[in-house]
């Protein structure tokens, strides 16, 4: 490695394991803004409350770039998952500044469908526009590397096959590769593996967002719509990120509150949909048999099939939003066409990094210390891999 890489290195070390305080944030990160599109904002930050976006009403299209003081080792285009907060998720934000204080340019979007927590075919569109923007801001020859978190995975690996010429290698963290095993996993903790299916623990604070991906496909009339997908996201809004709410019926006073706002005839449906109520795992199943092919937009393989660059594949082991054995296949897909590594760490869940003990964590140090040598090489993961 070279000797900036070695600086990015120690500096992603100290910042990144679970020796670290979790919300401690960098400093001497300057934070820079792109408007590719006007437009209204989206996701909570845009939202007031009541007020209702006009369906097809154009959304901003907002990039944040992250950069230290010092000289700079490489480019990363960060792609979020579905959050609502978008780049400004504290986890998602922290991560930046680590990687910019590291010495990367850290180029980060607010994809409009994702801070509404949708996955939609725009999205891949929205980044595309993104990619080829930060393709023309960077010297002749010079490539950027893609992160990507949980459904991020997704319109990171479709744009890295639209811009070979720009993509030097995409990191998927928390990825997946079949859409539909993903979402299934969401409301029943099934990983479904091609050695069979096993049971784990899964989120029960994920289930409203899944329903509004569904929502197109459930049994209700469409005038129910906007008010029960307007509901679900005020859900998430109030419950996401607080651990202490996945302990069996603390989701339900959440959930009764929101309820009058959906008709009386929608509220048993739009409970079902939070998780108090049973039944979820069984409309989700009608709902993607009424999809029918609608819903493989989403599927990362065909851009697997296409893609030129270097794939590396990590996923904690005890995530709970999206099981591991989604990339056991999605380094499979792709170690067939391009060089592929899978990195699977017992160091970090969905929502980062926890705190093992000393004996787990001497296990994983190798893990640990390969992950942060593929982030050291930043734009030029290529080279080695």
């Keep these: 490695m070279q000797v900036d890489q070695l600086r990015a290195l120690a500096l992603l070390l100290e910042w990144l394991g679970p020796w670290a305080p979790p919300r401690a944030m960098p400093r001497g990160v300057r934070r820079g803004r792109w408007l590719l599109r006007a437009g209204d904002v989206p996701g909570r930050r845009g939202r007031k409350a009541g007020a209702r976006r006009p369906p097809g009403a154009t959304t901003q299209l907002e990039v944040h770039e992250l950069r230290s003081a010092g000289p700079t080792v490489g480019t990363f285009l960060v792609v979020p998952g579905l959050h609502f907060d978008g780049p400004e998720d504290p986890r998602f934000e922290r991560f930046c500044r680590v990687l910019a204080h590291a010495g990367f340019r850290v180029v980060v979007p607010t994809l409009p469908t994702y801070a509404e927590l949708v996955v939609h075919p725009s999205a891949v569109d929205d980044l595309e526009l993104v990619a080829r923007e930060l393709g023309r801001r960077m010297a002749p020859g010079e490539r950027f590397t893609l992160f990507s978190i949980s459904f991020g995975s997704w319109p990171a690996l479709e744009v890295a096959a639209r811009v070979p010429e720009l993509a030097d ?10 859409f ?4 299934r996993f969401c409301v029943d903790g099934v990983m479904r593996r091609p050695g069979g299916d096993q049971q784990l623990a899964h989120d029960p604070l994920n289930q409203p967002a899944l329903f509004l991906n569904v929502l197109p496909w459930l049994d209700v009339p469409i005038e129910h719509h906007v008010p029960l997908a307007e509901a679900w996201r005020e859900m998430t809004y109030r419950t996401w990120g607080r651990m202490e709410l996945k302990a069996p019926g603390r989701l339900g006073p959440f959930a009764e509150q929101l309820a009058p706002r959906v008709a009386p005839e929608a509220r048993e449906l739009f409970l079902i949909g939070c998780g108090v109520r049973e039944g979820g795992a069984a409309l989700i199943e009608s709902a993607l048999e009424r999809a029918g092919q609608a819903a493989t937009f989403a599927s990362p393989r065909s851009a697997l099939g296409r893609i030129q660059c270097p794939v590396v594949v990590c996923h904690g082991r005890d995530d709970d939003v999206i099981p591991w054995g989604e990339a056991e296949k999605l380094h499979a897909a792709a170690r067939g066409r391009v060089p592929s590594r899978l990195l699977l760490t017992g160091l970090y ?9 000393p004996l787990a964590l001497g296990r994983e140090a190798s893990t640990l210390l390969q992950i942060a040598r593929v982030l050291a090489a930043g734009g030029r993961v290529r080279e080695l891999i």
């Excluded at 290698?169 to 079949?178: C, K, P, S, T």
């Excluded at 869940?349 to 003990?357: E, L, N």
């Design 349 to 357: 869940g969905h929502t980062g990094a926890g705190r093992p003990s």
């Design 180 to 183: 539909d095993a993903a979402i």
């Design 169 to 178: 290698a995409v990191i998927a963290f928390g990825g997946y590769a079949d």
